[in-house]
């Protein structure tokens, strides 16, 4: 027997089913509500609203839980592959070696990306960032590739784009790389891992042998893995409204690198750096800067700090800062932004005013180190970021024909002027 829920409106006492998930969260089914009672519900930023039910990723913001199809990602980040958890997130199991090894042999065969796009690179400007290139070159795929766009395409065929797209984006993440520092354009090489051949096609050049260092591809593994998913959020919920009005998943994806560009979503790797570089050049005074963050009347805020849902540790956050230390230590480097971080988190998590928020260093906090000690520029970690999200924007895109949502329709609150007459203009 269901849960339900009594609401007492006007007098009327109208019943809400209550829905419960497989980790027993709890959620009011207010899809009948305003049929039934002509109120609508009102919650900005969706804090408090579920958008769908989802099979994909669990977490648990006060406990700190990620987990992909029921893996915990401290498991699946020690002992996977990236095209491993690629593979569990999109089809729900994890791989078999015979299936891993198909996959992995069907996105080497799509790596390429059609010659006339590389034209595109030649009409931005010298200084276009990364993002905006990457975002118009993954919607203009979907004009290569007409057939994509047909929403009763066939499933063989929704496949085939999904693994295009898997096999591709680290081509055109290389390319947008090698554009921003005006070295030519690698192809791929495959015959290499996954990581390996954009590591290639990223820091390879044509004049020269190039060995990918398993240290980095070992770090950008887990790098990979730990951005793959993360249920609802900002990306993931603007790629699933693009794709419920059956846009074709180039352009829903698209959509979804536009919104993760942002600094309060996955911009923030950079703004990290950018943030901690800024402080370094005022002079390291850090009580400063925690007192800016605290000031209501300053915009500002502690990049790459708090979260919509961890109220606890991101647990992200944590097993990236081991893979810093480790990386820095394989490699030799001893850097301060590193260590100005450490002390940045040690002053902030001292500090009642982020304790009491639940603001505690997020997946953002530390990866931009990461990437900068592997030698990838600042501008280029949010496509890091949008490279490790893919399979989880394109889990929950193909979920969502799946479970046949219907189109994403939110109704509002208006708050503008009631009925007046229009005023001719000599009259005005
Ligand atoms: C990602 O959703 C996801 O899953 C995202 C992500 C993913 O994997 O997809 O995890 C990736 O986007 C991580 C977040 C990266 N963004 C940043 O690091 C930017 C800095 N963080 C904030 O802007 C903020 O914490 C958000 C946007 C992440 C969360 O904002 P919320 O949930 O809307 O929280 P809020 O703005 O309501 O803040 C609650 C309180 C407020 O103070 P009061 O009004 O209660 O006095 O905390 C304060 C905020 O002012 N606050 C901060 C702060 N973050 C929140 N104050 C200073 N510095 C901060 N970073």
């Not at 980790?23 to 002509?38: H, V």
């Not at 605290?294 to 991101?314: A, E, S």
């Not at 260093?361 to 990437?371: A, K, L, T």
Request: with cysteine; glycine share 8%; hydrophobic share 40%.
């Amino acid at each position: 027997m269901s849960e339900i829920a009594k609401l007492e409106l006007e007098g009327q006492t109208y019943e809400i089913p209550v829905i419960a998930g497989t980790e027993n969260e709890k959620a009011l089914d207010i899809s009948k509500l305003r049929g039934q009672t002509g109120y609508i519900t009102l919650d900005r930023g969706f804090k408090n609203t579920g958008s769908c039910m989802s099979a994909i990723t669990f977490l648990d913001g006060e406990k700190g839980i990620l987990r992909y199809r029921g893996y915990p990602i401290e498991q699946l980040a020690e002992q996977a592959s990236f095209l491993e958890v690629t593979y569990l997130i999109l089809y729900g199991e994890l791989p078999t070696k015979a299936q891993l090894a198909e996959f992995e042999e069907d996105i080497s065969q799509h790596t390429l990306v059609h010659e006339d796009m590389k034209r595109f690179f030649e009409a931005y400007p010298a200084k276009a960032h990364p993002m905006g290139i990457l975002a118009s070159m993954i919607c203009s795929m979907s004009t290569f590739y007409p057939e994509s766009q047909d929403p009763n395409r066939p499933e063989d065929a929704f496949q085939l784009t999904i693994k295009r797209l898997i096999a591709k984006l680290p081509t055109l993440a290389a390319m947008v790389y090698k554009n921003s520092v005006r070295h030519p354009f690698m192809y791929p090489k495959n015959d290499l891992g996954y990581i390996e051949n954009f590591m290639y096609m990223t820091w390879g050049m044509p004049t020269e042998e190039f060995e990918p260092d398993p240290v980095i591809a070992s770090a950008l593994n887990k790098l990979l893995i730990l951005h793959a998913d993360h249920e609802q959020n900002c990306s993931a919920s603007t790629v699933r409204i693009v794709g419920s009005s059956q846009a074709n998943l180039y352009a829903s994806i698209s959509a979804g690198v536009s919104a993760l560009w942002g600094p309060l979503h996955g911009g923030a790797n950079q703004a990290v750096i950018e943030m901690l570089e800024a402080i370094r050049e005022d002079g390291g005074d850090l009580d400063k800067w925690i007192a800016k963050a605290k000031d209501k009347n300053d915009p500002f805020r502690l990049m790459g700090f708090g979260h919509r849902v961890y109220k606890n540790f991101d647990p992200r956050a944590t097993i990236i800062k081991k893979a810093c230390d480790d990386v820095l230590d394989k490699l030799g480097i001893d850097d301060p932004t590193l260590d100005l971080a450490k002390k940045l988190e040690e002053v902030a998590l001292n500090d009642p005013y982020f304790v009491e928020r639940g603001l505690y260093p997020n997946v953002d906090f530390y990866s931009g180190i990461i990437y900068r000690a592997i030698g990838i520029p600042t501008e280029m970690f949010t496509v890091m970021f949008a490279f490790g999200r893919l399979p989880g924007w394109i889990a929950q895109w193909k979920e969502m024909l799946d479970n046949g949502d219907p189109i994403g329709r939110p109704r509002q609150v208006y708050t503008g002027e009631n009925e007046r007459q229009y005023v001719p203009l000599e009259n005005r």
